[in-house]
Protein backbone atom coordinates (compact mmCIF):
# COMPACT_ATOMS: atom_id res chain seq x y z
CA UNK A 1 0.00 0.00 0.00
CA UNK A 2 1.40 3.23 -0.97
CA UNK A 3 2.06 5.46 2.02
CA UNK A 4 0.95 8.43 0.10
CA UNK A 5 -2.16 9.43 -1.98
CA UNK A 6 -2.23 11.21 -5.46
CA UNK A 7 -4.74 13.64 -6.13
CA UNK A 8 -7.66 11.83 -4.54
CA UNK A 9 -9.85 14.25 -4.87
CA UNK A 10 -13.38 14.68 -2.69
CA UNK A 11 -16.23 14.46 -6.08
CA UNK A 12 -17.03 18.12 -5.67
CA UNK A 13 -13.61 19.25 -5.53
CA UNK A 14 -13.01 17.41 -9.01
CA UNK A 15 -15.99 18.60 -10.70
CA UNK A 16 -15.72 22.40 -9.24
CA UNK A 17 -11.86 22.09 -10.27
CA UNK A 18 -12.58 20.44 -13.95
CA UNK A 19 -15.27 23.64 -14.24
CA UNK A 20 -12.58 26.03 -13.68
CA UNK A 21 -9.85 24.87 -15.85
CA UNK A 22 -12.46 24.65 -18.74
CA UNK A 23 -12.66 28.76 -18.56
CA UNK A 24 -8.68 28.36 -19.71
CA UNK A 25 -8.47 24.98 -21.80
CA UNK A 26 -10.41 22.88 -23.94
CA UNK A 27 -10.82 19.74 -21.72
CA UNK A 28 -13.71 17.69 -21.15
CA UNK A 29 -14.35 16.08 -17.62
CA UNK A 30 -13.52 12.84 -18.96
CA UNK A 31 -10.24 13.87 -20.45
CA UNK A 32 -9.12 15.27 -16.83
CA UNK A 33 -10.53 12.51 -15.29
CA UNK A 34 -8.27 10.39 -17.58
CA UNK A 35 -5.38 11.98 -16.82
CA UNK A 36 -5.34 11.82 -13.07
CA UNK A 37 -6.18 7.78 -13.20
CA UNK A 38 -3.32 7.31 -15.66
CA UNK A 39 -1.02 9.70 -13.01
CA UNK A 40 -2.47 7.69 -10.04
CA UNK A 41 -0.69 4.25 -11.38
CA UNK A 42 2.28 6.54 -12.67
CA UNK A 43 2.37 7.17 -8.55
CA UNK A 44 3.64 4.04 -7.50
CA UNK A 45 5.97 2.76 -10.30
CA UNK A 46 9.78 3.45 -11.22
CA UNK A 47 10.76 4.87 -14.07
CA UNK A 48 9.84 7.61 -16.33
CA UNK A 49 6.49 6.56 -18.29
CA UNK A 50 5.76 8.27 -21.16
CA UNK A 51 4.52 11.50 -21.39
CA UNK A 52 1.02 12.38 -21.45
CA UNK A 53 0.40 15.05 -24.46
CA UNK A 54 -2.94 17.00 -26.11
CA UNK A 55 -3.35 18.96 -29.64
CA UNK A 56 -1.97 22.63 -28.87
CA UNK A 57 -6.03 23.30 -30.27
CA UNK A 58 -6.66 22.70 -26.08
CA UNK A 59 -5.73 26.64 -25.45
CA UNK A 60 -6.73 29.59 -27.33
CA UNK A 61 -5.86 33.22 -26.67
CA UNK A 62 -7.83 36.38 -27.87
CA UNK A 63 -4.42 38.21 -28.26
CA UNK A 64 -4.25 37.19 -32.19
CA UNK A 65 -0.50 38.32 -31.92
CA UNK A 66 0.42 35.76 -29.04
CA UNK A 67 -1.81 33.07 -30.66
CA UNK A 68 0.43 33.22 -33.78
CA UNK A 69 3.35 32.91 -31.62
CA UNK A 70 2.17 30.32 -29.45
CA UNK A 71 1.27 28.58 -33.12
CA UNK A 72 4.89 28.84 -33.70
CA UNK A 73 6.42 28.03 -30.13
CA UNK A 74 8.90 24.98 -30.17
CA UNK A 75 7.54 23.94 -26.99
CA UNK A 76 4.56 24.21 -24.49
CA UNK A 77 4.03 22.76 -21.08
CA UNK A 78 1.16 22.43 -19.51
CA UNK A 79 0.77 21.34 -15.57
CA UNK A 80 -2.57 20.17 -14.00
CA UNK A 81 -2.86 20.80 -10.46
CA UNK A 82 -2.24 17.87 -8.11
CA UNK A 83 -2.94 17.09 -4.25
CA UNK A 84 -1.22 14.71 -2.14
CA UNK A 85 -1.78 13.21 1.28
CA UNK A 86 -0.82 10.10 3.76
CA UNK A 87 -2.53 7.46 3.21
CA UNK A 88 -4.27 6.95 6.82
CA UNK A 89 -8.03 7.21 8.30
CA UNK A 90 -7.74 11.07 8.62
CA UNK A 91 -10.45 12.34 6.54
CA UNK A 92 -10.49 15.33 7.87
CA UNK A 93 -7.44 17.09 7.23
CA UNK A 94 -6.44 20.86 6.45
CA UNK A 95 -5.25 21.88 2.91
CA UNK A 96 -1.83 23.62 2.58
CA UNK A 97 -1.73 25.68 -0.99
CA UNK A 98 1.84 25.54 -2.57
CA UNK A 99 2.03 27.73 -5.34
CA UNK A 100 4.14 28.37 -8.15
CA UNK A 101 5.27 30.28 -11.24
CA UNK A 102 4.43 28.56 -14.64
CA UNK A 103 5.03 24.72 -16.31
CA UNK A 104 8.86 25.34 -17.66
CA UNK A 105 9.71 22.64 -20.33
CA UNK A 106 13.04 22.28 -22.34
CA UNK A 107 13.12 20.71 -25.67
CA UNK A 108 16.24 21.04 -28.72
CA UNK A 109 13.51 20.43 -30.88
CA UNK A 110 9.68 21.86 -32.10
CA UNK A 111 7.31 19.22 -30.11
CA UNK A 112 3.60 19.64 -31.79
CA UNK A 113 1.88 18.25 -28.80
CA UNK A 114 1.54 19.96 -25.62
CA UNK A 115 3.40 17.67 -22.95
CA UNK A 116 0.86 17.23 -19.77
CA UNK A 117 2.23 17.00 -16.18
CA UNK A 118 2.15 17.88 -12.73
CA UNK A 119 3.87 20.75 -10.74
CA UNK A 120 7.51 19.82 -10.33
CA UNK A 121 6.39 15.76 -11.97
CA UNK A 122 5.66 14.84 -8.45
CA UNK A 123 3.06 12.26 -9.60
CA UNK A 124 6.08 10.57 -10.99
CA UNK A 125 8.48 8.31 -8.12
CA UNK A 126 11.63 8.81 -9.55
CA UNK A 127 11.15 12.15 -9.76
CA UNK A 128 10.20 12.08 -5.97
CA UNK A 129 12.92 9.94 -4.79
CA UNK A 130 16.25 10.16 -7.58
CA UNK A 131 15.86 13.19 -9.91
CA UNK A 132 18.20 15.97 -8.30
CA UNK A 133 16.12 18.68 -8.63
CA UNK A 134 12.67 17.29 -8.29
CA UNK A 135 13.39 15.28 -4.95
CA UNK A 136 13.86 18.02 -2.78
CA UNK A 137 10.49 19.59 -3.72
CA UNK A 138 8.82 16.34 -2.04
CA UNK A 139 11.12 16.14 0.70
CA UNK A 140 9.90 19.83 1.56
CA UNK A 141 5.98 18.60 0.82
CA UNK A 142 6.42 15.50 2.62
CA UNK A 143 7.16 17.73 5.94
CA UNK A 144 3.81 18.91 5.54
CA UNK A 145 1.86 15.70 4.91
CA UNK A 146 3.59 13.76 7.79
CA UNK A 147 2.40 16.17 9.95
CA UNK A 148 -0.80 15.38 8.47
CA UNK A 149 -1.66 18.18 6.19
CA UNK A 150 -3.06 17.71 2.60
CA UNK A 151 -1.17 19.73 0.22
CA UNK A 152 -2.64 21.09 -3.08
CA UNK A 153 0.00 21.99 -6.07
CA UNK A 154 -0.87 24.38 -8.56
CA UNK A 155 0.74 27.09 -11.02
CA UNK A 156 -0.02 30.68 -11.41
CA UNK A 157 -0.25 30.57 -14.84
CA UNK A 158 -0.68 26.43 -15.89
CA UNK A 159 0.54 26.73 -19.16
CA UNK A 160 4.40 27.56 -21.16
CA UNK A 161 4.77 29.02 -23.99
CA UNK A 162 8.18 28.94 -25.47
CA UNK A 163 10.19 31.12 -28.04
CA UNK A 164 9.99 29.83 -31.91
CA UNK A 165 13.71 28.87 -31.69
CA UNK A 166 14.25 28.15 -28.45
CA UNK A 167 13.20 26.72 -24.78
CA UNK A 168 13.11 30.20 -23.61
CA UNK A 169 9.88 31.60 -22.52
CA UNK A 170 7.56 34.31 -23.61
CA UNK A 171 5.20 36.18 -21.91
CA UNK A 172 1.50 35.27 -21.67
CA UNK A 173 -0.62 38.37 -22.86
CA UNK A 174 -2.64 40.19 -20.31
CA UNK A 175 -5.78 39.14 -20.83
CA UNK A 176 -4.62 35.58 -20.54
CA UNK A 177 -2.93 35.96 -17.61
CA UNK A 178 -5.57 37.82 -15.86
CA UNK A 179 -7.91 34.72 -16.94
CA UNK A 180 -5.48 32.14 -14.94
CA UNK A 181 -4.92 34.44 -12.50
CA UNK A 182 -9.11 34.28 -11.88
CA UNK A 183 -8.98 30.33 -11.99
CA UNK A 184 -6.13 30.39 -9.28
CA UNK A 185 -8.80 32.05 -7.03
CA UNK A 186 -11.29 30.36 -7.70
CA UNK A 187 -9.04 26.98 -7.24
CA UNK A 188 -8.17 29.17 -3.41
CA UNK A 189 -12.32 28.70 -2.80
CA UNK A 190 -12.40 25.11 -3.68
CA UNK A 191 -9.52 24.17 -1.28
CA UNK A 192 -9.75 26.41 1.48
CA UNK A 193 -6.31 26.36 2.65
CA UNK A 194 -4.94 26.76 5.83
CA UNK A 195 -1.63 28.94 4.49
CA UNK A 196 0.00 29.61 0.64
CA UNK A 197 2.89 28.99 0.03
CA UNK A 198 5.40 29.91 -2.80
CA UNK A 199 8.62 29.03 -3.80
CA UNK A 200 10.58 32.26 -5.70
CA UNK A 201 9.97 35.81 -6.18
CA UNK A 202 7.81 36.27 -9.06
CA UNK A 203 5.47 33.90 -7.89
CA UNK A 204 5.31 35.35 -4.42
CA UNK A 205 4.53 38.92 -5.79
CA UNK A 206 1.69 37.57 -7.99
CA UNK A 207 0.13 35.97 -5.10
CA UNK A 208 1.16 39.19 -2.86
CA UNK A 209 -1.39 41.63 -5.23
CA UNK A 210 -3.72 39.24 -5.26
CA UNK A 211 -4.85 40.51 -1.96
CA UNK A 212 -5.62 36.83 -0.45
CA UNK A 213 -7.44 36.34 2.93
CA UNK A 214 -5.61 33.39 3.69
CA UNK A 215 -2.08 33.21 5.70
CA UNK A 216 0.49 33.77 2.59
CA UNK A 217 4.10 32.26 3.39
CA UNK A 218 6.67 33.29 0.78
CA UNK A 219 9.78 31.67 0.48
CA UNK A 220 13.07 31.74 -1.22
CA UNK A 221 13.17 29.09 -4.54
CA UNK A 222 14.68 25.93 -3.61
CA UNK A 223 16.61 26.07 -6.69
CA UNK A 224 20.50 26.07 -6.92
CA UNK A 225 20.03 29.44 -9.15
CA UNK A 226 19.28 30.94 -5.81
CA UNK A 227 22.72 29.53 -4.14
CA UNK A 228 23.59 32.96 -3.04
CA UNK A 229 20.14 33.62 -1.53
CA UNK A 230 20.15 31.27 0.66
CA UNK A 231 23.60 31.28 1.90
CA UNK A 232 22.42 34.63 3.26
CA UNK A 233 19.49 33.40 4.73
CA UNK A 234 21.03 30.00 5.96
CA UNK A 235 24.59 31.65 7.21
CA UNK A 236 25.77 27.98 6.63
CA UNK A 237 26.62 25.87 3.83
CA UNK A 238 23.58 25.43 1.27
CA UNK A 239 22.84 21.67 1.41
CA UNK A 240 20.00 19.90 1.30
CA UNK A 241 19.53 19.17 4.71
CA UNK A 242 20.21 23.11 5.91
CA UNK A 243 17.34 24.17 3.43
CA UNK A 244 14.71 20.84 4.95
CA UNK A 245 15.70 22.00 8.39
CA UNK A 246 15.12 25.51 7.64
CA UNK A 247 11.89 24.90 6.04
CA UNK A 248 10.51 22.64 8.67
CA UNK A 249 11.56 25.23 11.44
CA UNK A 250 10.16 28.42 9.36
CA UNK A 251 6.76 26.85 7.84
CA UNK A 252 6.02 25.24 11.45
CA UNK A 253 6.66 28.39 13.59
CA UNK A 254 4.53 30.25 10.76
CA UNK A 255 1.45 27.74 11.28
CA UNK A 256 1.37 27.68 14.78
CA UNK A 257 0.30 31.20 14.17
CA UNK A 258 -2.94 30.36 12.51
Same mark, same amino acid.
Given at each position: MSQYLFSQFKSDEFESLQRE? &?? !???? &?????????? !?? /????????????????RSIFHSDDEEFQKRYHEALVIGIDI?????? #? %?? #? &? #??????? !?????? /????? /? +? $? $?? *????????HLKSCREEHRSTRLYFDLIKILL %???? /?????????? @? !???? %?? %?KGIKLSKQDRDRFIQVLKAELR????????? @????? &??? +? *? #????????????????????? @? *?KILNKPVTRENKIDFWKQKVFSELAEL
Open positions: L &SK !VFYI &SQETLQGFYE !VM /RKEFKIEGYPPERTLPPSILER #N %DD #N &S #NKKTIVI !VGQDPL /RKSDE /R +V $E $EI *RIATPYAL %DEGY /RVYLTDIFKI @W !VSQP %DK %DIFEPLAIIT @WGGKA &SSK +V *R #NMGLEAKHLAFTHRSGAACGT @W *R
